[in-house]
């Protein structure tokens, strides 16, 4: 049998030099963890000053009290989806990502979930809700939400509430305008203004069980009233005096019922 001397060194120097590529790529871009402990924790918190609920520290003491807080260790025994599982188990955390540095850092970059509304409800469920619809535990949260008060149930607060609280927070003006949603128990809307003695009763939600369908009939309609609230504001309670109407009704499109001494359903 005759052997191809010549294709036979070509294949074994092919090989050879994936192998040192390998070897090569491996070594200049991978910290020799064997010899390097961590020595730096750099934790990046998007929207920490905004949100609030989260902070680099708290974030030390999840990886700590889960004994995994990686400073000090060698980087070899640092596993960063580890530490990404961990964090993403705090119903505060949107996305976690953790990476190794060859000089020796490990740097975790944390989104988090945005709360739009604070749910106070009459039967005694207090929790945020965020703007994906999803629920939030009760926090130490310090910033300016919307607090939504009455007759709510989980059901109404996730297909209804968030979308009615999004659009408004989604707005400079209304979000600063609009103090409280008070939920009455035929699921009337009224909306307690920062400005004024008074009480804006908007009407029912459209309602439909279509989840796209259903945002866009809400954001619709709240936008509509807030805008006839915004004018009302601007063109009739600024001559008439902010104090001079307890309650008023934005239910039907062709007229503005103002009533005087009336407290609404607020508590």
């Known amino acids: ?72 260790k060698h980087m070899a025994f640092v596993e960063p989806r580890g530490i990404e599982d961990i964090l993403k188990t705090s119903p505060f955390v949107k996305t976690a990502e953790c990476y190794k540095t060859q000089d020796g850092h490990v740097c975790i970059n944390i989104t988090q979930r945005l709360p739009i509304v604070r749910i106070k409800s009459n039967n005694g469920d207090d929790y945020y809700l965020d703007d994906q619809g999803g629920i939030m535990p009760n926090s130490k949260y310090t910033s300016d939400l ?9 059901a109404f607060a996730k297909n209804y509430l968030g979308w009615l609280s999004q659009t408004l927070m989604g707005n400079d003006l209304w979000r600063n305008l609009v103090e409280q949603i008070n939920i009455l128990p035929d699921k009337g809307v009224e909306l307690v203004p920062r400005v004024g003695d008074n009480i804006v009763f908007i009407g029912y939600l459209p309602e439909s069980h279509k989840t796209d369908e259903r945002r866009q009939l809400v954001t619709q309609y709240v936008s509509k009233k807030m805008e006839r609230l915004e004018k009302f504001y601007r063109y009739g309670l600024s001559q008439a005096g ?19 001494g009336v407290k609404g359903g607020v508590p």
């Open 1 to 72: 049998m005759h052997i191809n001397w010549k294709k036979t060194i070509i294949a074994v120097l092919d090989i050879a030099l994936a192998v040192y590529l390998v070897f090569a790529f491996t070594s200049f871009n991978k910290p020799d963890e064997t010899a390097k402990v961590c020595t730096k924790v750099a934790i990046n918190i998007a929207d920490e000053n905004t949100n609030g609920f989260l902070s680099a520290a708290e974030i030390k003491k999840i990886l700590q009290r889960n004994k995994i807080y990686p400073l000090e």
């Open 146 to 154: 919307i607090i939504a008060t009455g007759s709510i149930n989980k």
């Open 242 to 260: 902010w104090n001079k109407y307890a309650y008023i009704s934005l239910e039907f499109d062709n007229q503005i019922i103002c009533k005087k």
